[in-house]
Nanobody, 126 residues
């Protein structure tokens, strides 16, 4: 069992940056694909970005391309989501999730995710 712990959320103004972190409790990420999802108030949860821990291949939803960057730090066993130029529409609870699939595009099907964190709230004010 892998427990994922997110951190880094908060209340920020539009245009600034924020970095989210995700680390597993009790296990290394190993060969997992790690993804960030988000759920805005009144909306369905959606994929934001993903990275394969070993190969480093990445996936981004179109709405965050050029603004968000997903990365990993092997030494710290942590995945980051760097969010720049934040917009009010980025307001959501952000969830970290992990799957055994090596194809990062597999994250578009949330059923492929084996483990989920509890989420961290990001609020972007205008």
């Amino acid at each position: 069992q892998v427990q994922l712990v997110e951190s880094g959320g908060g209340l920020v103004q539009a245009g600034v940056s924020l970095r989210l972190s995700c680390a597993p409790s009790g296990r290394t990420f190993s060969t997992y694909t790690i993804a960030w999802f988000r759920q805005a108030p009144g909306k369905e949860r959606e994929i934001v970005a993903a990275i394969h821990w070993t190969g480093g291949s990445t996936y981004y939803v179109d709405s965050v391309k050029g603004r968000f960057t997903i990365s990993r730090d092997n030494a710290k066993n942590t995945v980051y989501l760097q969010m720049n130029s934040l917009k009010p529409e980025d307001t959501a609870v952000y969830y970290c999730a992990a799957s055994y699939y090596s194809d990062v595009s597999s994250v578009v099907n949330q059923r492929n995710m084996a483990y989920w964190g509890k989420g961290t709230l990001v609020t972007v004010s205008s």
